[in-house]
């Protein structure tokens, strides 16, 4: 594995993921988009960390734990966020979802 091939799958995953959050009208799938780029960018953090000059510090495992913490809080909340909108109107449809619209 090269550096260039890492990061080739890493934006392919990350266009999947911005397509799936931007294109979907699913409140779930929407979320799974956003984590397909988050771990985007964690295989960035590991891949930029394995080919650095000192691979020895352990800086981009510990980006990495911080950006994995970071994604569970955000799932957690999302998916509250997406229970309790669909307990209120019963759909889970984002262009249904217009109430909050100013």
């Given at each position: 594995?090269?550096?260039?091939?890492?990061?080739?799958?890493?934006?392919?995953?990350?266009?999947?993921?911005?397509?799936?959050?931007?294109?979907?009208?699913?409140?779930?799938?929407?979320?799974?988009?956003?984590?397909?780029?988050?771990?985007?960018?964690?295989?960035?953090?590991?891949?930029?960390?394995?080919?650095?000059?000192?691979?020895?510090?352990?800086?981009?495992?510990?980006?990495?734990?911080f950006s994995?913490?970071?994604?569970?809080?955000?799932?957690?909340?999302?998916?509250a966020l997406?229970?309790?909108?669909?307990?209120?109107?019963?759909?889970?449809?984002?262009?249904?979802?217009?109430?909050?619209?100013?």
């Amino acid at each position: 594995m090269t550096l260039d091939s890492l990061l080739l799958v890493s934006a392919a995953l990350f266009a999947i993921g911005l397509a799936g959050a931007l294109l979907r009208r699913n409140a779930i799938l929407v979320l799974v988009g956003i984590e397909l780029m988050l771990n985007a960018a964690n295989l960035n953090f590991i891949a930029f960390w394995r080919f650095s000059a000192h691979p020895e510090a352990f800086t981009g495992v510990l980006f990495l734990l911080f950006s994995i913490a970071v994604a569970a809080a955000e799932a957690a909340v999302g998916l509250a966020l997406i229970i309790a909108i669909h307990r209120h109107y019963k759909t889970a449809n984002v262009d249904r979802i217009d109430r909050m619209k100013g």
